[in-house]
C-alpha cells in the first residue's frame, strides 16, 4: 500500500467511526447516511485511490478542476456531485458528467440545466441549495435560495425535463440567526425538507454537514453529509 492510500485509508476509517458514532447516538442506522468525499483541489490519482477504498461519491465545486478530473476518472463506479455556485455558461460541461448538481438556487440555472440535460439525453438529479443566512426569497452570501423561495423553486425542477428533485442542500451560515448554531441550522434544513416532501414526497434526499460538524448533520436527520478535510487533508494554498 502506498503511502498515499494508507493514509487515506486511515482518515476514512476515521470518518467512518464519527458517522457510526452519530447515528448510534441519534438512533440511526448507519445505512441512512451516505458519505460524499469533496475531492476539489486534489488530483485524479487521489480520486482513484478513493474508489479503491469503496468511496462511491464524490463531489467538486469548479467546473474546470472537475471535468478533466471526471474524465480522467471516467472508468470508475463513482457519483459525482457538484456542490459549487454554478454559472449558467458552465453548465453543459457539467451536465456531461455530474450526477447530482447540490446548487440549485434559481430559475435561470434550471433552466440551462434542462435543456443540456435534454439535449445530451440524462436525468440529472437536483437539489434546491437554501440559504439559511438569506432574506424570505433572497440569495445567501454562498449561493443559495431564501427559504421563501423553496417551494417555487422545486416546483420548477420537478416540471423540468431532464430534471429530478431530489431534495435539499445547504452550508452551515456564517452570518445571520443560525450563525454558530450548526444543529439548529439542519434542523431547519429538515423542517423544510419535510414541507417540500408533501408536494414532492421522492425529493428525500437531505445534504447537510460537512468535516466541522458532520455529528449535527446527522443528529438533525441529513441524509447525506459532504467531508472534504477530515478525509484528504488541508487543502493546498491555491493561486
Known sequence: MTDRK???AGNLAKVEERIT????DAGRRREEVTLIVVTKTYPASDVRILSEL???HVAENRDQDAAPKAAECSDLPLSWHFVGQLQTNKVRSVV????VVQSVDRSRLVTALSKEAVRAERELGCLIQ???DAEESGRGERGGVGVGGIEELGDLVARAPGLRLDGLMTVAPLTGAYAGRQQAAFERLMDLSTDLRRAHPAANMVSAGMSTDLEQ??????THVRVGTAVLGVRPRLG
Do not use: E
Open 96 to 99: 456531461g458528467y455530474a450526477d
Open 6 to 8: 494508507a493514509q487515506l
Open 217 to 222: 448533520a446527522v443528529a438533525a436527520g441529513a
Open 21 to 24: 458514532a452519530a447515528c448510534i
Open 130 to 132: 437554501v440559504a439559511l
Open 54 to 56: 469503496g468511496v462511491r
